[in-house]
């Protein structure tokens, strides 16, 4: 249960091909911090760099205090998830799981208590003799979780745990992960690519892009007010426009396109506003006074509760995600939305 | 339509076993050449392969050279395969993986013309030696292959989970990656051995007068006399290939995994 903390990472293959770009991220104690991002953002290397799996060009590695950067990776006591599991296939539930043990030379007995301790912990009991072939998925994927988890590591680092997880079942195994890491308090890193699988489990995300970390913070806050383009695009605002210019006289005017917009808070730095589908209304007669652009309505999608609509309007194309469906495509609406809920992005 | 194309294939089938059961059936024949449909039936023609001198002698050394020529191909195409498995951003990868299997497509002709050129300059005379080199660079590409068919499909993550867990990459390797990939070991090794056991031209260049190969023995046999003689031994290694591919077949898959 100690803290983590990568300074001014870099790992780069061929020259100009950089994988992190001077990567800073720090990690509390029993906190689990999600990365996210897309494909090739550099959140598996990053994972690779504190497991040691990867050497970066330069930058410093700290667990608990102690710096690791030149420790070499079975050295680390870090327990990792695969992706794929990487269970031992020549070996049985209870071989794989004391594998870790056997290495320290923990003696038989208390080897025998620790192991019986996390089979109880994740469901795996009466498994013990079968081989991973004749497991199930989910309880592959406990036995992996158990393996990394028994010899007691100081940091659990999980790279996409729920990516072979039937999208069912997601949800639940979600919780159940969360939950034994709350038990244990361990420092968590939790890579994925999905948004929700982030939101839904870290204390903290960190969203990455291109090699370096975008946006770091709790799951609502990454989600309400994303700071970038990037992340605000992650977080589905699918309507990003560049400011033309702020309004001379009032502050809390923008103009996107020649068209005005009122925004809740200004940044003076601002270069793009972002509107989420879901925070737009549509309306055939706006309320008085309520902030709103005409626009004509040109595709529906229907998305069971809900439709998105995609608008002509003075901005250029918008979506909004509504649950309102009596509206039909072609016919003219005005657009309704709050000025606080319009983001202004400074990048 | 069905049924005619149900007797085409039956047709095809019987072309295509033919020359394998041809040597079965004349072997048993008591008439003194080869000739169709056989007569009778003696063993005498299994007694004179096992009577005839060259044949033991070729038996053998055919044996020999397999057993070594798969054994060192083996052995080098385990850390050739493992660095093409553990680099995944290795430059041009595809391109190596295509140039240590490529000798595989190359007609064996060719081949052994180029080596004949290359071994008499290098180890300066045709010797027992230069036929197991030979031979092994013939075969490596088949071992090569399966070895490293076998390695991908294992994946790299085992070794990491194990290193992660505590173990150095040495122990690793030979605790997770080795006792995994022992099929990919069999079924390479007689995958070398039969290719190299039945590889008669690069034998046909590169043999002399001590170690004659079981094949080229044949042939010169047949130069001499024209019995059954030649479809008994032929007869016997029909059953003896396929005993091996049988093996083969259980450990790794022939068909699907090395071609």
């Known amino acids: 249960m100690k803290h983590l903390q990568l300074s001014d990472i870099w790992v780069y293959y061929t020259k100009g091909q950089q994988v992190l770009r001077s990567l800073d991220l720090e990690v509390n104690r029993g906190e689990l911090v999600a990365l996210l991002g897309p494909s090739g953002c550099g959140k598996t290397t990053t994972l690779r760099v504190i497991a040691g799996f990867v050497t970066p060009q330069r930058g410093k590695i700290m667990i608990g205090g102690r710096d690791v950067t030149k420790v070499s990776a079975h050295k680390r006591n870090i327990g990792i998830v695969f992706q794929s599991y990487a269970l031992f296939p020549h070996m049985t539930v209870w071989l794989n799981l004391t594998y870790g043990l056997r290495i320290r030379g923990v003696p038989k007995d208390e080897m025998k208590k620790r192991g019986d301790k996390i089979i109880e912990m994740l469901g795996l009991g009466g498994l013990e003799d079968r081989y991973p072939s004749e497991l199930s998925g989910g309880q592959q994927q406990r036995v992996a979780l158990a393996r990394a988890l028994v010899i007691q590591p100081d940091i659990l680092l999980m790279d996409e745990p729920l990516s072979n997880v039937d999208p069912k079942l997601r949800e639940r195994v979600r919780t159940e992960i969360k939950k034994v890491q709350r038990e244990l308090e361990i420092l968590t890193i939790y890579v994925t690519h999905d948004q929700e699988d982030a939101l839904g489990i870290a204390d903290r995300v960190a969203v990455m892009n291109r090699g370096i970390i975008e ?15 990037f992340v605000a695009d992650f977080m589905g605002f699918e309507n990003i426009f560049p400011i033309q210019s702020i309004g001379s006289g009032d502050e809390s005017i923008v103009l996107v396109k020649d068209v005005k917009l009122r925004v809740g808070t ?42 998105k609509y995609f608008l002509e309007t003075g901005l250029g194309e918008l979506s909004v995600l509504t649950s309102n469906k009596d509206f039909s495509v072609g016919e003219n609406v005005y657009v309704c939305y709050r000025p606080e809920d319009i983001l202004v992005l400074t990048g | 339509m069905k049924s005619f194309f149900c007797v085409l294939s039956l047709l095809t089938l019987a072309l ?103 071994v008499c300059r290098a180890l300066g005379v045709v010797s027992l030696l230069s036929l197991i080199v030979g031979h092994m660079l013939v075969v490596m590409p088949f071992g090569m292959r399966v070895i490293y068919a076998s390695l991908s499909n294992l994946g790299v993550d085992i070794e990491d989970a194990s290193v992660s867990l505590g173990r150095d990459r040495l122990g690793a390797f030979l605790e997770v990656v080795l006792p995994n990939i022992k099929h990919g070991f069999v079924g ?71 071609r």
């Not at chain 2, 008591?30 to 096992?50: C, D, H, K, Y």
């Not at chain 2, 290719?195 to 130069?223: D, K, R």
């Open chain 2, 188 to 258: 390479g090794f007689l995958t070398c051995f039969m290719v190299s056991f039945n590889a008669v031209s690069i034998s046909l260049f590169l043999s002399y007068g001590e170690a004659v190969p079981l094949p080229i023995a044949m042939l010169n046999y047949l130069q001499i006399r024209y019995d059954p003689t030649i479809a008994a031994l032929s007869a016997m290694l029909v059953v003896f290939t396929v005993g091996l591919s049988a093996v083969v077949e259980k450990t790794v898959g022939f068909v699907s995994g090395v």
């Open chain 2, 16 to 118: 295509l076993l033919s020359p394998i059961v041809m040597p079965l059936l004349i072997s048993f024949s008591t008439f003194e050449s080869i000739s169709f449909p056989p007569q009778g039936f003696t063993l005498r023609w299994f007694a004179n392969v096992f009577n005839y001198e060259s044949f033991m002698n070729g038996f053998l050394a055919s044996s020999s050279i397999a057993l070594v020529s798969s054994f060192s191909a083996i052995a080098l195409s385990l850390p050739s395969s493992y660095v093409l498995y553990r680099h995944k951003a290795l430059k041009m990868k595809g391109l190596m993986e295509s140039l240590f299997t490529l000798p595989m497509l190359m007609p064996e002709i060719v081949l052994s013309y180029m080596l004949l050129l290359f």
């Open chain 1, 215 to 229: 946006q770091m913070s709790e799951p609502s806050k990454i989600y309400e007010q994303p700071e970038t383009c």
């Open chain 1, 266 to 307: 200004m940044d003076h730095d601002g270069k793009y506003v972002a509107l989420h589908p879901a925070r737009l209304t549509i309306a055939r007669e706006p309320a008085p006074g309520s902030e709103r652009l005409s626009g004509r309505i040109t595709d529906a999608s229907f998305k069971g509760d809900r439709v």
